[in-house]
């Protein structure tokens, strides 16, 4: 009555609501169609092949052998451009795996939230894809579900927190530490599941283990179904009787997977064979974190970061659910994995340069064909070769300037060589800088700026305006950024060293650039350490030093400041 006598009594109100009502009614039309949209373009996590990948055999071993068998936790250490990440999208590009991948580089992943978000929407993709690709594995999508749904929670959490109604607005520790368990027990669940057809009827009753016969008669692969309510009724535990268990042992279960593996791997999208048909291959999931030092910056708490190890070698080394692969190009990632007891549970796979040969292939048979025929005669493979050995990223660069630039690029102007002899003469001059006044250092110093190797430039042409003062500038350490403070408190708890260690290497952005040795105000090496050190490593036939002999002859902190400062690459051998 209300209402009818408010349309008479007020109609340009009502009039107005009706407009107001339509709109609302309009978007969220709109936000669902959007909805569905999104749905749609799900993020893609094909693992795919670096195109022109040059097969390097001894490396793609290594990773190869890192991951057969049981599941494992592998870091792969190697400097920057090495080919880390080439490597491992050769071999997880099989289609055995299926990758869930964390390029820890790229903005997407700005802190713990962006982190929460691409872990629980690749984990509900691997189980989608397991529904909607393997026959009998329809139930599966359950599991996705559940990664959704919790998604789902913790945005609302969030966003009611945004909105003012709560504190709880970030993503915790708790969440990551759900989300871990939800993983775990939907592996548990696909690894002991064992899809009920028509060719298992067969096997169990061979094998005398038909206390899980089937009611329904259905042989076609298209009726094959998980769990019925018979099944349930039966079971008579819950929802979990839905799903029926393979009663192996998981060490049986996994070596099975594997001789099989080979035999069905073509054949497992569009099965021909009735035997293949009925027992899909397993999809062995594979967790990769790319430039996975960045994890503490990126986490800044220590107990959010050991709940996620943690929960990494449970899925790994104690349920033996997945794999686990860090790479890395810091060598000290190892220093810290051990502090927080992870290290020792891990494989160490170490990725170097190419070799010669391999390099000589390379460049025959990937580069040379790229470069126009009257810019090739002026490439010798051995001038190039001693300016960028092994490294197939920086003769790929060169190559590709020396083209742009008509062939007047010489090796020496090219940035990687630049590069690395800017970084070279600066540590040397700040090195001599603060050598406590040893004049005969300087004078070594001031020769090495100026020796064969340099002929083109030294430190000062290289930066004028610069000087070797200068070279402060860039220190971290005179202007410690805000970062570094945040740090310190996220990492409070894990013990002076390793606090030290984490300054030194994780809280600085502008390392990138300007990396430097130097954790105070004083270099951690000196000039003479470094020629001393290049003297040794510059003499033919002697492309390494042992680190640990190294360390004694002039000292840890001199050998990991030249490391950590990039003059030197540290690879850890098994
Ligand atoms: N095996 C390879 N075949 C062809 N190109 C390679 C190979 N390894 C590395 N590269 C080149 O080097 C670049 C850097 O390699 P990448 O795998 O990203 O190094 P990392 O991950 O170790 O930093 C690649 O973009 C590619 O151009
Ligand atoms: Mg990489």
New binding site residues.
Partial sequence: MGEILSVITNPAETVRSLTESKRLLEEARREIEENRERAQIRPKHTFSR?P?????KAEMTAIERALAGEPSFTVVF??????????L??VLSNPKYHVLHFDLRIAGFADLGSLYQSLSQQMEQYFEEIAKQMEGYEDFEKEAWSFKHDRLNVEKRTMDSQNGNGSNGKVKTSDIARLMELFQSSLLKYWEFKPETSQDDHSKSRHGANTRRKNSQETTSSQTRVGTPNDASRNNVGKKSRWNFFRSGRFKRWSSHKTKSAATENTREVPEKEEERTIPDKKIPVIFF?EAHKLPALIQSSDTMKCLLDSMLVLTKQDRLCHVIH?T?DPFYQTWLRQLNVMQHCKIVT?GDCSKSETRT?YRD?ILPNVPGHLRQSLVFERLYEAFGGK??HW?DYINDYINSNGTLDIKQSSHFLQAHALLNLHIIHSSQSDNGSQDSKDKARQAAGSPTSRHTNAESLHPALGPAGFKIYSPLNRPPSSLAVLNDGFAGLGSELSRYLKTHYSDSSRAVFPTSAPSNSAEFTAMHLLKVMSRITQPGNISLPYFLLCREIGVREVDGMVKGKVLDLRWTD
């Fill in positions: 670096l022109g990948f040059f097969p390097r190697g400097a920057s451009s090495v080919g880390k990440t080439a490597l999208r050769e790319d790479a190009s990725i390379y990937h197939l990223a790929h």
